[in-house]
């Protein structure tokens, strides 16, 4: 019954997904664009507050412009992303201390949706910000421990993160909000940079007294697909 839900839950995100950037195929404004993601994890637990090492991943994304003024547009979009996070630990085994390394990795599918705001620096070129929000659905993941101290030698564990367990402590589903800045230029590249704050608490149901969210910064490079709406676009608004 889990599973069912949770293949639900996959298909529902995909199809919110494919119904946003469906709807302004019409306005052919479409933009690729892909790039490093730097992720990190905090964790609160009681009143102490642990933020992770960064994680270096990716992020490929497919977004379109929905016009909602001269100068704004509702920018929906889909995207496959890699997060994750590092904790440092010391752990005492039969009195030996051990220093132990959890790293996680999870690849995400991400509908995020932005209002963006457009202004002119030149004729070549338009400055955009924006914020919105994103609800994501972990695809994969997996998790490594690495444990060594002075008697032997390092030890790695790495399991699959199958989620909403206390096993593999992370929930699948994800959301937070989402804040973007960037140039867009009159050849249809774009560059921009995007933090993501996570709202949701990722340890699973039945776990008390500890919040896990994700944090994220992109830097990505993107093109327009269609240069002809794009020069009219950066010429008329």
């Given at each position: 019954?889990?599973?069912?839900?949770?293949?639900?839950?996959?298909?529902?995100?995909?199809?919110?997904?494919?119904?946003?950037?469906?709807?302004?195929?019409?306005?052919?404004?479409?933009?690729?664009?892909?790039?490093?993601?730097?992720?990190?994890?905090?964790?609160?637990?009681?009143?102490?507050?642990?933020?992770?090492?960064?994680?270096?991943g990716?992020?490929?994304?497919?977004?379109?412009?929905?016009?909602?003024?001269?100068?704004?547009?509702?920018?929906?979009?889909?995207?496959?992303?890699?997060?994750?996070?590092?904790?440092?630990?010391?752990?005492?085994?039969?009195?030996?201390?051990?220093?132990?390394?959890?790293?996680?990795?999870?690849?995400?599918?991400?509908?995020?949706?932005?209002?963006?705001?457009?202004?002119?620096?030149?004729?070549?070129?338009?400055?955009?910000?924006?914020?919105?929000?994103?609800?994501?659905?972990?695809?994969?993941?997996?998790?490594?421990?690495?444990?060594?101290?002075?008697?032997?030698?390092?030890?790695?564990?790495?399991?699959?993160?199958?989620?909403?367990?206390?096993?593999?402590?992370?929930?699948?589903?994800?959301?937070?909000?989402?804040?973007?800045?960037?140039?867009?230029?009159?050849?249809?590249?774009?560059?921009?940079?995007?933090?993501?704050?996570?709202?949701?608490?990722?340890?699973?149901?039945?776990?008390?007294?500890?919040?896990?969210?994700?944090?994220?910064?992109?830097?990505?490079?993107?093109?327009?697909?269609?240069?002809?709406?794009?020069?009219?676009?950066l010429?008329?608004r």
């Open positions: 019954m889990l599973y069912n839900m949770k293949s639900k839950t996959a298909k529902l995100l995909l199809q919110v997904a494919l119904c946003l950037t469906s709807v302004p195929l019409s306005a052919q404004l479409i933009k690729v664009e892909g790039g490093v993601a730097l992720s990190k994890q905090v964790l609160k637990e009681h009143d102490k507050t642990d933020i992770s090492d960064i994680i270096i990716y992020q490929f994304c497919v977004k379109a412009d929905i016009p909602v003024s001269m100068t704004l547009c509702l920018q929906p979009g889909i995207s496959l992303k890699q997060m994750g996070s590092t904790f440092f630990t010391t752990g005492n085994r039969n009195n030996i201390i051990s220093d132990i390394t959890t790293t996680t990795r999870v690849t995400y599918l991400q509908v995020p949706v932005s209002l963006i705001f457009r202004c002119d620096i030149n004729p070549d070129m338009k400055v955009l910000f924006g914020t919105g929000t994103y609800a994501a659905y972990a695809l994969k993941g997996r998790r490594q421990v690495l444990e060594s101290n002075s008697r032997m030698e390092a030890v790695s564990v790495t399991s699959p993160l199958a989620g909403n367990d206390a096993a593999n402590s992370i929930r699948r589903m994800d959301y937070g909000l989402v804040f973007t800045s960037g140039l867009d230029f009159a050849n249809g590249l774009s560059i921009n940079g995007q933090y993501q704050a996570g709202l949701c608490n990722l340890t699973p149901s039945g776990v008390t007294g500890k919040k896990i969210t994700n944090q994220s910064f992109m830097m990505t490079l993107g093109y327009y697909i269609n240069r002809k709406a794009f020069t009219k676009m010429s008329s």
